[in-house]
Nanobody
Framework: QVQLVESGGGSVQAGGSLKLSCVAS????????MAWFRQAPGKERESVAR????????YYVDSVKGRFTISRDNAKNTVYLQMNSLKPEDTGVYYC????????????WGQGTQVTVSS
């Protein structure tokens, strides 16, 4: 059973920074692509950033390009999301997720961490 635990959320003013962490309890962490999703109040969950198993390939939704950076440390079973120049529209619950190499679907999810950006 894969367990994911996010941390690092909080409340910041616009323009501030936060760094989210997600620790995965899986022995083959380095085999999995990972992603960060977010869900804003009243909106559907969206993929914010994705990273390949090696870290060599990343993807960002247009709204966060140039401000967010996804990275991973396979030795620590951890994926990170560095968020800079935060905007009020970045507010939401942020989730990390593991992608199944078989189905290519995100099948394991953390409990989420709240990020609130005030103007």
């Amino acid at each position: 059973q894969v367990q994911l635990v996010e941390s690092g959320g909080g409340s910041v003013q616009a323009g501030g920074s936060l760094k989210l962490s997600c620790v995965a309890s899986v022995s083959t962490f380095s085999s999995y692509a990972m992603a960060w999703f977010r869900q804003a109040p009243g909106k559907e969950r969206e993929s914010v950033a994705r990273i390949s198993w090696s870290g060599g390939s990343t993807y960002y939704v247009d709204s966060v390009k140039g401000r967010f950076t996804i990275s991973r440390d396979n030795a620590k079973n951890t994926v990170y999301l560095q968020m800079n120049s935060l905007k009020p529209e970045d507010t939401g619950v942020y989730y990390c997720a593991v992608r199944s190499p078989e189905s290519l679907l995100y099948v394991h999810w953390g409990q989420g961490t709240q990020v609130t950006v005030s103007s």
